[in-house]
Structures are given as C-alpha cells and as structure tokens.
C-alpha cells in the first residue's frame, strides 16, 4: 500500500505561508518532492492540500516551485476525475462544490448568471433540480405560458419539478428551454430575477474544461512576480498616493475573459456582484500594481447602472490568479467599500491587496473619501465578526464615524490583546471611515436623496409613482430645453425619469442660468453614455448641484 498523504503534513507545508522568508522556497520545494509520492486517498486531505498549492501558486518563491505547483495539481485533477467516475460517494460528496478540476459544482444562481453557466458552457452545464414552493411555482408558470395550456400549469397536487418536466420535457437542453419561458414572455428584467429566483432552481456544472475550474482559472499573462517574502509591513499613505499606471491596453477578447473569470471565479465560491454578473464589456479596465497584483474593474451594462450613484466592481489577481473581489458604490468624492479574500489566500499580503484597490479608486475615480459598511465587518456576518474584521480596516486608517463608538475602539486597540466579540459587535454600531483629504466640502450620504424622494412622492403625488414620473420628467424636459430635437434613447430616458425625481427636490433649480443647465443635462446623459467614469467625473465636477443637496439635506 502506498503511504498516504495526511492531514497534519498538509497543516506544515500551510504554515509556510506565515513564515514566510529566504529560506521559504527551500522547505516548499523539499516538501513537495516528498508530498508528489504519496497517494491523495483522502477527499478531505486532498481538498486542503489544493488550496495551500494555490496560495503558493499566487505566491510562488521561485519559477522551479511554480512548475512542482502545477504538476501537483495536474495530478489532484486526474485523482478527482478517477474520484468522480468510480463508486466512491462519500469522497464524490466531499469534493462535490470544491471547484476543483474535475468535481461538480451543484449551486443557485440569478436568472442572468445561470444563463451565462448554459451558454458558456452548454456541454456541461445541466439542471440538477428544482425546488420551489409548488403552489409558488404554478402560479409563476401559469404567468409564463399562454393561458390555454393551464392544464400543465395549474392542474393536480404535484411537486414544481414534475410540473416543469411536463412542460418542457425531460432532456439535456431542459435548462435552456426554461430560460425560453421568461425570454418568450419578455417580461421586465427586474421581475424575471424574482420569478427565477422563486423557483429555486439549482444547476450542475461539470467542471471538466482545462481552464475554468479554481485549480487552473487564470486572468490576463503577465510576468511573474517571485516572492522572497510576503509583505505585510508598509506605510499606507505613501503606498496609496504612489502615481498609479494608466489602465493597460486590452482587447475586446480579452476583455470579455476577464468578464468570464470574474463570474466563473465568483460562481466557484457560490457568489455574484452585480458589476460582474451585468459586467459592459466596454467599461472592464485593467491596471498592473507591482508586485504580482492586478486589478480589473467592471462597470455595468447601461441599463443595469444605480440611479445616481455608480457600482463599480472589482477583482483582484496575484499572478494571474483570481485571489479577491470587491466593489465600490461612488457618489461624489465618496465611496463605499470592502474586500474580499478568497479563503485560501488569506494570510498573504491581504492589507496590500486591499491599499492597491484604494490606490486605483483614489486616483482613478478621484475618492477621498472611502465609507465601510458594519456588514464587512460583522453586521449580520458572522464571519466577518469572529475573524476581528474590524480591525484589518482599523490598522490602514480607517476610524468610526461614530464619536462614541470610535472613542470605545481606540481604548480597545491600546490594550493590545484579542477582541471580545460581543465589543467587536458594539463596534457594527457605525460605519468605518478614511478621509484622504480633509476638507472634502458637503459631503453627504445618498441614501438620503432616496429617502426625501420617497417622501415627495408620497407627499405630493399620493404615492403615485408613474403620475409623478410623467409629469416631473415632462416638466424637467422643459426646463433643460430639450425639445423633439433631442429626443433621448431608452437608456436616457430610465435614467432623465429617475434625475427628474431627484431634481424636483431642489426649489432653487429654476433660478440656475443657461450654462448651468447645459451642464445638467450633459451630466444626465452622461449617466447613460459609454464610459461611467465620464458621469463621475461631471458629477464631482457639478458642486452647483452637490451643493445644493448638501443645503437642501443637512
């Protein structure tokens, strides 16, 4: 019998990564050449010994260890796929939602990214099963199929599955023909993720292609960045305000892998973000950060983009290798932001990671103002809570916005000794704050525009949403001078309604000159136009107008 690998010698090449020194690429080298003899038996062994291979293959001490790295896990996909087709189901089950080469992925997903998966790839992409509240989901298939065919639909006590099997039938392309349902009805993309997600229907991916697994899912070719040591000490203003590189000249081609990595990476860990799942892929831009770390940015499709703010996300690649993701909501000089590492490269230069995301928003988007939600850091996440979150933000700057809550932080931080979690969820009490540039003039949250717009419409519409919309949106119209001459396309015109709301707020608005209102209506349109950045740019640019919320809210 052949001796098998075991966890506690998984645990010592782990602890590699912690001391990471000189001396480092040695021991992983050495450890290597003893690990590559013995047998992977063990499922569980075997998922944790792939995920300290990606650490060091994200962090790799020298191009001889990179080459020992990929042949291991060359070796752990053939391990899996003999796994998969033999009888063995307690070890299929371990490695069943692992996202290694080889293994099944069985997950939900939105409407839109379950359509990606099929059309991406449709060999081996199927549905697993279907879940839904059966009187749930016959009311939503009844909605779906023209009213005659309310037999299949509505008829006999039977579960949504065999329901769903009776309308489209029971073969491969089973999947595809339920996205025909909601394609055919063309039905409001907003109601469509509703419906969908209602049936709770879950997918099986066969993660059988050579690149989009997590074992050999990669970003754009770059050189490799060796490491001698992993940094963890450094000065956070300077590392910040270094001149950031202009975004690298890519095609549309790979563009559009960027896009395929970012919602293939995200999937393999169960998750999605907007920017990634509706990514426009005119708006991905790519920066290189030094040190192995690049960061692609993805900005929305035109008609998915946030009324007044803008969602910009994030991904993060270390040598190539998909290790966080983010994203931003700006408004103004302000952003609100998180990062998340992927589970097996924390512990690397996580606080490095995180300062070059603030370096690119900073100076790309002009931010100076950086806001962390009480969720990043344990608000209603657990994990986030007992990982002391919190302080990871702490230690780069960021303070609460709270007085008494930052007082209270800051007594905890001089006692140098591990948080209790029941203050660090006193803590999720205030938003964590980094202000670049203290005298950001009138600053305020946006939620507050929503807030006062609900309350408008209430007050002078009766809560008549569509009456409100017609005859603000005529009157701001007038008001901008744009007549039959400018008619505006379906994506300006969702986005001039929503302006118009938001601008009925302002009494002031009909005293503003010509070229004020010029600016105005370049600013609306903006919001629908190729590159949101432009409608950043003229919204920080516009303190006419943030000055006049600032008035009009504080």
């Not at 005119?282 to 960061?295: M, P, T, Y």
Request: proline fraction near 3%; aromatic fraction near 12%; include cysteine.
């Amino acid at each position: 019998m052949p001796e098998v690998l075991t966890l506690q010698q998984v645990l010592e090449f782990r602890s590699q990564c912690s001391v990471f020194d000189k001396q480092t690429g040695n021991r992983v080298l050495t450890l290597l050449n003893r690990f590559e003899k013995l047998s992977l038996s063990d499922a569980k062994v075997l998922v944790a010994y792939h995920d300290v291979l990606l650490f060091f293959k994200a962090y790799p001490p020298s191009k001889k260890i990179s080459a020992a790295i990929h042949a291991e896990l060359k070796r752990i996909e053939r391990t899996v796929s003999d796994i998969m087709e033999g009888s063995n189901y307690s070890s299929q089950r371990v490695l069943s939602g692992s996202g290694i080469a080889g293994s099944l992925l069985i997950g939900q997903y939105s409407f839109a990214m379950s359509k990606w998966l099929v059309e991406s790839f449709p060999d081996s992409v199927f549905l697993e099963s279907i879940n839904g509240d059966k009187e749930t989901g016959s009311a939503i298939l009844y909605s779906l199929l023209p009213d005659i065919e309310y037999y299949y639909t509505t008829q006999g006590n039977k579960s949504l599955q065999k329901r769903v099997l009776e309308i489209t039938g029971n073969d491969k392309f089973q999947i595809q023909k339920i996205f025909n349902l909601f394609n055919d009805k063309n039905i409001f993309n907003k109601t469509t993720d509703l419906l969908y997600d209602q049936l709770k229907i879950y997918t099986e991916w066969k993660l059988d292609h050579s690149d989009y697994n997590r074992s050999f899912i990669e970003g754009l070719s770059h050189p490799v960045y060796y490491h001698k040591n992993i940094k963890k000490i450094f000065v956070f203003e300077k590392e910040i305000n270094k001149p950031l590189p202009g975004p690298s000249q890519i095609t549309i081609q790979e563009k559009r892998h960027l896009i395929n990595v970012a919602r293939a990476s995200l999937a393999f860990y169960y998750r999605e973000t907007d920017p990634v799942t509706f990514a426009d892929e005119n708006e991905v831009k790519l920066f290189h950060c030094g040190r192995g770390i690049s960061i692609a940015l993805y900005g929305m499709e035109k008609e998915k983009r946030l009324s007044i703010e803008s969602y910009i996300g994030y991904m993060v690649f270390k040598n190539s290798v998909p290790v966080a993701y983010g994203g931003g909501w700006i408004f103004g000089e302000r952003c609100k932001i998180g990062v998340n590492i992927y589970p097996p490269f924390r512990g690397g230069e996580s606080a490095l990671i995180f300062s070059e995301v603030i370096r690119t928003y900073h100076q790309y988007f002009n931010i100076k103002r950086f806001i962390v939600r009480p969720y990043q850091f344990g608000k209603g996440n657990k994990e986030g809570l007992n990982s002391g979150a919190f302080w990871f933000y702490y230690k780069l700057g960021f303070r609460p916005s709270d007085p008494g809550i930052a007082m209270l932080a800051s007594d905890e931080y001089t006692l140098k000794k591990k948080t209790a979690v029941e203050v660090l969820r006193k803590f999720t009490g205030s938003d964590l704050e980094l202000l670049l540039k203290p005298d950001i003039e009138n600053d305020f949250d946006p939620a507050l525009i929503s807030k006062a717009i609900t309350n408008m419409i209430i007050s002078r519409f009766q809560g008549n949403r569509t009456k409100a919309v017609e005859n603000l949106s005529k009157s701001l119209k007038k008001y901008l001078g744009l007549g039959k001459k400018n008619n505006l396309s379906e994506n300006e015109a969702l986005h001039f309604n929503q302006f118009s709301l938001m601008l009925s707020l302002l009494p002031g608005l009909k005293s503003w000159s010509l070229k004020d209102r010029k600016k105005l209506a370049q600013l609306i349109k903006s919001k629908s136009s190729k590159g949101e950045r432009d409608y950043i740019v003229k919204l920080q640019k516009n303190r006419k107008l943030i000055d006049a919320f600032y008035s009009l809210l504080k």
